[in-house]
């Protein structure tokens, strides 16, 4: 099960928490936000939404399991942002330490999963130098099949496997849209099987598709489970009942927090190695959902940050407790410990050390949650916990999903539109035109046009 306290969010828990009266009136302002929400769902905007009971998408990846198993010894994901921060994720939480080792009979025949999700040539020589060609496959991940930074890791690898004389139908998958795009084409002439990203998912919103489920399957993860743990969680914030829906609690606490209490920084900071990588994947979620310009013209959104307990107990925490207090810090908790560690007792003459004797590592780390949640409610800095029973796949599946259905409510909250990035297409378009695409001729002009560096100011 998955929950979450938010009792260190509330007023008569931490001074500057939300009173009663703006939690009462957010029921209202939380149901026309459902009410919206549900909407674009029911006009098919919002694909996300159904992908953990999508049978026929789920197919797809398992029959390209059936057909690879025991073929490779290495998984290469060629991508960037969600194509990339999903996948990522998965791994690190349901693949966990030791799982990248060179003995395959230790990963129960099971490849190494690598992602490319940089254009630095420096890892990418690195990832191509260590894997072998003949025994690797590679997933170019790419909705539009024009993201540059894809393309341009697809034809380094596409170039290394024709310069070694290898098929590229047996080394090659795409995942992309249904129909339109570039690699749509290229699949259909030379026999690339090509996978699934429906049109009404984007790129942040992929995880629960072939972006992330075929990766994760081809490294022996449960994804049914993670499907599963995921349909549960929507099943469970099917109502417009702020009480009863987890993500839109999580949501409007997180909106409220910084609208009325200026509290405008979101962390995440999860208690668990396994789940260090769902922070980065967050930040993008949040971030790129968010951050947007209103149709009145108001720029708004929160700004994520991920953070590791209890490591950064002894770096960020310092600026949590005394530093600015424009933050709420959400810990994720796992009540559940498959190895605890029992600490040895020694040194019973020095009680700087003493006392840890008899207690354990899991102990140790659940102890620092508890201890660090509450000094930071002392001090009037709010915080809230989602505690989940384990990790494994159907946990992080819901897990997902609730931060998933707690963004698109929250981009109503804020009165923008959750799922496009108009930010950052500015950027792309003076790259572009920088490299010579066609059809980029306006932006290199403006391009051309923008002030130049000024030697003064270059020391």
């Known amino acids: 099960m998955i929950h979450l306290d938010y009792s260190n969010m509330m007023s008569d828990a931490v001074a500057g928490g939300l009173d009663a009266t703006t939690w009462g009136d957010a029921s209202r302002t939380f149901r026309r936000a459902w009410s919206a929400v549900s909407a674009r769902r029911a006009r098919g905007d919002l694909g996300f ?3 953990p009971s999508d049978t026929a998408l789920l197919a797809q990846s398992q ?7 025991g073929r490779y010894d290495d998984v290469v994901v060629l991508g960037i942002g969600g194509s990339a921060l999903g996948p990522i994720a998965l791994r690190t939480a349901l693949r966990p330490h030791g799982w990248n080792t060179l003995d395959v009979k230790s990963r129960d025949g099971w490849p190494r999963l690598h992602v490319l999700d940089n254009v630095d040539p420096a890892t990418i020589s690195a990832v191509l130098t260590r894997v072998a060609l003949d025994r690797t496959l590679f997933l170019v991940t790419s909705k539009s099949g024009g993201t540059a930074e894809t393309m341009a890791q697809y034809l380094v690898v596409r170039g290394r496997l024709a310069q070694a004389g290898l098929p590229l139908r047996e080394h090659l998958i795409f995942i992309t849209d249904p129909a339109k795009g570039a690699l749509r ?3 259909r002439a030379e026999g690339i099987t090509a996978l699934d990203i429906p049109p009404d998912v984007g790129g942040r919103f992929s995880v629960l598709t072939p972006v992330g489920v075929l990766p994760a399957a081809l490294i022996g ?3 049914v489970a993670l499907l599963s743990g995921a349909e549960a969680m929507r099943q469970r914030c099917e109502t ?7 993500s839109g609690t999580y949501a409007t606490l997180q909106w409220l927090a910084d609208t009325v209490r200026d509290r405008r920084i979101h962390v995440l900071m999860p208690y668990s190695d396994p789940l260090r990588d769902m922070a980065a994947w967050f930040v993008q979620l949040w971030a790129e959902s968010l951050g947007k310009v ?4 108001a720029h708004v959104g929160p700004t994520p940050l991920a953070a590791l307990g209890a490591t950064d107990q002894h770096a960020q925490v310092q600026l949590f407790m005394e530093g600015p207090a424009d933050k ?6 796992v009540s559940e410990v498959v190895d605890a560690l029992p600490i040895p007792s020694a040194h019973g003459e020095v009680p700087d050390l003493a006392y840890l004797g008899g207690h354990r590592i899991g102990e140790l780390l659940h102890v620092e949650h508890r ?10 800095r709010l915080n809230m916990t989602i505690e989940l029973d384990r990790v494994d796949a159907w946990h992080v599946g819901g897990l997902m999903m609730l931060l998933e259905i707690a963004t698109a409510v929250a981009g109503d909250l804020y009165g923008i539109d959750a799922f496009d990035q108009p930010g950052v297409e500015l950027g792309k378009r003076f790259a572009y035109a920088m490299l010579g695409r066609p059809g980029f001729d306006d932006a290199r002009q403006e391009w051309d046009s923008l002030p130049k560096r000024n030697p003064k100011y270059f020391i």
Do not use: C, E, K, Y
């Open 185 to 187: 084409p290229i699949a």
């Open 328 to 333: 709420t810090v959400t810990f994720v908790s």
């Open 371 to 380: 201890a660090t949640a509450g000094a930071l409610a002392q001090r009037g």
């Open 221 to 223: 993860i449960d994804v």
């Open 240 to 246: 417009d009942r702020l009480q009863d829906n987890i």
């Open 294 to 297: 209103q149709p009145g013209g």
């Open 63 to 69: 029959a390209v399991v059936a057909a690879t198993r």
């Open 49 to 51: 939404f159904d992908l």
